[in-house]
């Protein structure tokens, strides 16, 4: 009781204190910088999971900065591992959100009353079966003790900054309609935004700093950070599939790929598939979102159709100097 009351307190205080901005236009400040990186202000939530959660050496969690492929490799991940468990044509996937079964630990089970009752409750996570499936958009960086300690494994998926940009302006002013209550709240322009987002000042951001703490983690540890591309996910799903499983310690036997599972699990997980089915059609994740806006076009280079070449150059620039030598290329 009094560790919570002295949390509200702190939280208060660091509200104070700490830099504040604007999200794409918004009038209010709606972002403030923690550690480095932005998140909404109201942000007790991740102080919370950091403090109060336990990671458990079977536990996979898959992190990514917001809009670059998560709910994919969200269900990927659990249609490897609960392979044995669930046939396919049985699969909880063809029923939930894909983020109801890998739950997100700062927002859906640490981000208070969610509107959900398939999302845990921080109470109920010891009971859940092992391997646990959780995500994080947290970076490297501020991720709880625990995880960075026990043996866990982390998941982490990135994409190439044009289309994650571009995904955020059509996704995220539907949640500041939410959380300002402004219903006819309508973005700043996306020159503008595309300038706050290589400045960082985008919610989980700076976006390469976010995807460069992982690429080192995935270099110095490989046991532990296993880095994915959502281009290559694209470009060579089956090879891809195969190594995500090995790092899990899930591998597919010969009989299994023989027998065609992976690109059954290719085709279940597909975009297509998981929007055509009707909790993705009509579900809600939360108060904040609904199933359906987590899955839009999914293509690789959609961008062109919202940003203007030079802004592209300008893009390029960003990733050689904040890249460059690091042996990651988008
Ligand atoms: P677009 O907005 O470019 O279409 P996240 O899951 O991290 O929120 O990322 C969302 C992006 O991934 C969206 O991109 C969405 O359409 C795409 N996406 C969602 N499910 C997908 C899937 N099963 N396969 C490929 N892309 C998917």
Known sequence: ETSLVNEEVEVEHLKQCLPKTTWMGSKQNLLIKIQDFWYLTNFSNILTFQTHFLAQDTDLIVASFPKTGTTWLKSLLFSITNRFVNPPNKTPLLTNNPHELVCDLETAIYGGN????????????????????????????????SVKVSSCKILYICRNPLDTLVSH????PKLIKKITGDENFQPSNIEDFFEDFCQGEVIYGPFFEHVVGYWKQSLEQPNKVLFFKYEDLKENPSAHVKKLAEFVGMPFSTQEENEGVIEEIIDLCSINTLKDLEVNKSGSLSHFFENKTFFRDGEVGG?????????AEKMNELIEQKLGGSGLSF
């Open 169 to 172: 302006w059509l996704f995220f």
């Open 303 to 311: 961008w062109t159709r919202y940003l203007t070449d030079s802004m």
């Open 114 to 145: 969610t509107g959900n009752s398939k999302l845990p409750h921080p109470n109920q996570l010891n009971e859940l079966p092992s391997p646990r499936l959780f995500s994080s958009h947290l970076p490297y960086s501020s991720l709880p003790e």
